[in-house]
């Protein structure tokens, strides 16, 4: 990997659910043109093609950046050295840690995301607790204990019913619930409603639901090629649910944050 030829970094804040696997492929791609690993690449299935243990791996020596660099945040002394090094990092990593690993290594972050209409987003999480068993045994221990747990129980309840998903919902609440903006905002979900148009003019790119073309554009200065959607959940369920009238109102008090972030981003607020 080469050295920073500029203090400023540019960050990609994955957002769970936000099509950010479509996003880190091809910033993965983009940044290995002309390296001659990348054809041998392209011809791996797409399961093991857009792996993160692949790509996070082949990252720093391939595309002279970091996909799904929160992998190291139990190892400071490697994050450090990651990011000093790195042309571009990505990862699940809420903007205000993500700034403390970017102080210790020297780097100034342009930060760039994805956002995605709340209740979608939601959705698309609760789905992924389903979503991570129907995968596979393989995929499914890759999991600590806490969320093969989750996913168990998740599997058990009556998804058709309201009322049982919103009892997740709201038991955990911190995995599912203002989640954008708790990635988002400076000081996560204690973030003002006042200081969240502030917040949100420091990102050098957003892409708004399926438009993740202005933040490939933030982090690499080209266009985005035709990005096929990838990491979409195949396993079966009824998003139906969250478009009840009980939902809606569940998700209105509830998710609030989220709902004016993705108001904000959109100019609508």
Known sequence: ????????????????????????????????????????????????????VLLRRLGPSVAEGVPHIGHYEGDPARMTGLLRQASWVSGHIQRRRFASFLEEAGRIPRWVSLIRDPTEQVASHYQWWIEIHDRGWLRFRRYPAFFRQLSADIRAADNNDPKAVIHFLALHHTLFLNLQADYLMPDGRETSVEDMPAALADFAGLGLGSDIAPAFRAMT????????????????????????????????????LDERLWALAGGRG
Do not use: Q, W
């Open 221 to 256: 200065g080209a266009e985005a090629p035709p990005l096929p959607r990838r990491n979409t959940s195949r396993s079966a369920f009824d998003r139906a649910v969250f478009r009840t009238e009980r939902m809606r109102a569940f998700l209105a008090e509830h998710n609030a």
């Open 1 to 52: 990997m080469r050295g920073p030829v500029a203090p400023e970094l540019p960050v990609f804040i994955h957002v769970p659910k936000t099509a950010g696997s479509t996003l880190n492929a091809a910033l993965f791609a983009h940044h290995a043109a002309g390296h001659p690993a990348l054809p041998l690449l392209r011809t791996l299935p797409g399961g093991l093609r857009d792996n993160s």
